[in-house]
């Protein structure tokens, strides 16, 4: 399984580090990615946040987050991370990751979504993040 942490509340500007950590196991090659389910959504229609492919090292990101958001990983190959720069109270929800052991090629982000790239086993519980204007 997938563990999320370094949610919390912060003010229009700030910052924010995300952790996804692999328990029991290591990322491989696998495509790790963000999602973001805004508040009163399904987790299921959570939007695409980022994508890193273990292998290659390559990312992409979703329109709404380029040139704000970084994801980047160690050499472990165990932890993920998502760096949170210039935040916008749209950025506010639960922000969960996705490694599934089939995935190794990040899915086009603008068409990426949990349900039809990640098997369901294979999404974490989440961490909350609260941006305030």
């Known amino acids: 399984q997938v563990v999320e942490s370094g949610g919390g509340l912060v003010q229009a500007g700030g910052s924010l580090r995300l952790s996804c950590v692999a328990s029991?196991?290591?990322?491989?090659?696998?495509?790790v990615a963000w999602f973001r389910q805004a508040p009163g959504k399904e987790r299921e229609g959570a939007e695409g946040?980022?994508?890193?492919?273990?292998?290659?090292?390559?990312?992409d990101y979703g329109d709404s987050v380029k040139g704000r958001f970084t994801t980047s990983s160690d050499n472990t190959k165990k932890t993920v991370w998502l760096q949170m720069n210039n935040m916008e109270p749209e950025d506010t929800g639960v922000y969960f990751c996705?490694?599934?052991?089939?995935?190794?090629?990040?899915?086009?982000?603008?068409?990426?979504?949990?349900?039809?790239?990640?098997?369901?086993?294979?999404w974490g519980k989440g961490t909350l993040v609260n941006v305030s204007s």
């Open positions: 029991g196991f290591t990322f491989d090659d696998y495509a």
């Open positions: 996705a490694a599934d052991p089939r995935v190794f090629d990040c899915p086009p982000m603008r068409t990426m979504t949990p349900t039809d790239n990640y098997g369901r086993n294979y």
């Open positions: 946040v980022s994508c890193i492919s273990m292998g290659d090292g390559r990312t």
